[in-house]
């Protein structure tokens, strides 16, 4: 079910907005069978998906699961990557129109991690077939929130009418979460210091995208979010870029923290999920991270599962 065609939203994938309800279902509906069908190596169905295709890693932002997966994905879909040094390839020596319009000569797309999401519209604007992904920008991680989706399916089934509470700084993992999760019915709350909440635009998005009754609810405070929960996820209180922020922020977010007092009040069958890289004994215990409860290894490695299940959406011919 290739999207690579058409439209600007057809070929590329900035945003969880970019998926209608039904392209999230068909992508982690792909992702599960991918995941399955990985010990057949070359086997497997996809193992030439991208045969003869070459993509871009476009990385400003440091990165260990983002990177890893993508690079794997790849290469066992049968295609290949370059990896430009990033103040030559994103626009610091030249513009991003003439970056984009070089590589579209030579590659099929690019795998871009950025900061300003502007920066990720302004390479696909620039070209005419060429794909671009967002695997994270300040604004929106839309890679995380698959790779979410596909644990939380894995962990229920079906996730319809399931609370996630999400706990922190209403930043990009919580906003491309929430957008993700309303799709497949799952109610989100979402519990911030004032000030940190999630960007206005994500009430909008809610009405649009949401799908069997979910809702989206808004508090600030973490308990009143938690209680009967059946599943609790959090991020790091200071996100890349935000260095200068951190006593400030590791005081405003200490009741935020998810502890094993937090976590008392979900649903006695609760997960845990944080996107890492965790900051243990910030925003979260280790006795929370280590718990039965936690599922963000799933997660973690879901990553390349999801990752290889959009490549093929967006580059298989």
């Not at 911030?192 to 909440?197: A, L, N, Q, S």
């Not at 996100?239 to 094993?260: C, I, T």
Request: glycine letters at 6%; charged letters at 25%.
């Amino acid at each position: 079910m290739p999207r690579a065609a058409g439209s600007l939203k057809d070929r590329c994938f900035l945003s969880v907005l970019d998926f209608e309800p039904d392209d999230l279902e068909h992508c982690l509906a792909l992702s599960a069978e991918v995941k399955r069908d990985r010990p057949l190596g070359k086997e497997a169905p996809t193992s030439a998906a991208l045969q003869g295709t070459y993509i871009a890693l476009l990385f400003e932002k440091p990165s260990l699961r983002t990177r890893s997966t993508f690079e794997i994905a790849i290469r066992e879909l049968g295609g290949n990557f370059i990896d430009p040094d990033a103040d030559v390839a994103l626009g610091k020596r030249e513009s991003l129109a003439d970056v984009g319009r070089s590589l579209e000569r030579w590659v099929a797309g690019a795998v871009v991690r950025t900061y300003e999401q502007s920066r990720l519209l302004d390479l696909a604007l620039a070209t005419s077939s060429f794909r671009v992904i967002n695997a994270l920008s300040n604004e929106e991680h839309p890679c995380q929130a698959l790779a979410d989706c596909l644990t939380l399916k894995e962990r229920w089934e079906d996730p319809r009418g399931r609370i996630v509470a999400f706990v922190g700084d209403g930043n990009n993992v919580a906003t491309s979460f929430t957008q993700a999760a309303l799709m497949l019915g799952v109610h989100v709350r979402v519990a911030t210091p004032d000030g940190f909440e999630l960007p206005a635009s994500v009430d909008a998005d809610a009405v649009r995208v949401a799908r069997y009754g979910a809702e989206l609810t808004r508090y600030h405070d973490p308990v009143d979010a938690v209680r009967g929960a059946d599943a609790v996820y959090t991020d790091v209180w200071t996100s890349m870029g935000r260095e200068a922020e951190v006593a400030l922020r590791r005081r405003l977010f200490a009741p935020y923290q998810v502890n094993d007092t937090l976590m008392a009040h979900a649903a006695p069958d609760v997960c845990f999920l944080h996107c890492l890289p965790a900051h243990r004994g910030e925003e979260v215990t280790d006795r929370v991270m280590d718990s039965p409860a936690s599922v963000v290894f799933d997660q973690a490695e879901n990553r390349l599962h999801t990752q290889k299940a959009l490549l093929v959406m967006l580059f298989e011919d």
